[in-house]
């Protein structure tokens, strides 16, 4: 039951990473130097996808997609952050929190599905060959992407319903350097076991069922390649793809089951845990692709000497 008479409380306060002046400098330069280095390395990725005429396959797509939605996911929480570092009284409002909230199971969701999706574009590849251009054609990646935000959408609307009909009339401490339902749930003046059993449910257990399905998938697929393929070229491309995937899928989905698919209560590790998974993970996913795809760097490489030679011409 919500309390008769209370106070809303309109912002909450974060403690964030450290509150040692040092160390927030420290952390400040290593974040914002991974920041600035990795970033342009996802724009660049997405870039050389759609300027370059080779990358048109699916998966190519697909990975575009992924760069943008890891780009998107990191800057929620890495901006303010970086921020806070310099502010005394780390503070956000309540719609702030909320919406900070909202874009972070939005995207994460989309980008898990996403994963499910590339998943099944390597299995047409890899299963279904000569079929591939006809089952994965350009509309139906298309409906296959929007579906993907359909899920993330849903999935963090329930979250946002959950949270916001939640009484806030006393403490407003956040023990962590962004909004999330762990640990906003935890300040509510009411009982959350109901709330916090759907979360588990909705976003724990989601991670988890989908992360065994993802490895059980992969894991059949790099089976028949051993089985059915030899040791040429084209199946050492395509195992180190598998790789490069489940590599991916173990970044997204273990700090989510760790976070996410158990009670609600804190640990020491669950601010390194965050971090991981809210900023650092999200930049390299892609970049860990393209370093095992011969024909990504090639064009990569492309693209920025013909922006040098363009530079050269100009300023002559």
Known sequence: MEPANYTRVTEFVLTGLSQTREV???????????????LPGNVLIICTIRLDPHLTSPMYFLLANLAFLDIWYSSITAPKMLVDFFVERKRISFGGCIAQLFFLHFVGAS?????????????????????????????????LVALSWLGGFIHSIIQVVLIVRLPFCGPNALDSYFCDITQVVHIACANTFPEELVMIFSSGLISVV???????????????????SGSGESTSRAMSTCYSHITIVVFMFGPSIYIYARPFD???????????????????NPIIYTLRNKEVKT???????RYILCREVKDK
Do not use: G, W
């Open 24 to 38: 927030q400098l420290v952390l400040f330069v290593i974040f914002l130097s991974f920041y600035l280095f990795i």
């Open 111 to 143: 980008e898990m599905f996403l994963l499910t999706v590339m998943a099944f574009d390597r299995y047409a590849a890899i299963c279904r060959p000569l079929h591939y251009a006809t089952i994965m054609n350009r509309r139906l990646c298309c409906i």
């Open 210 to 228: 989908c992360f065994i399905a993802l490895l059980m998938s992969y894991a059949f697929l790099l089976a028949m390649l051993r089985k059915h």
């Open 266 to 284: 804190s640990f020491s590790l669950d601010k390194v845990v965050s971090v991981f998974h809210t900023v650092i993970f999200p930049l390299l």
């Open 299 to 305: 064009a990569m490489r492309k693209l920025v000497n």
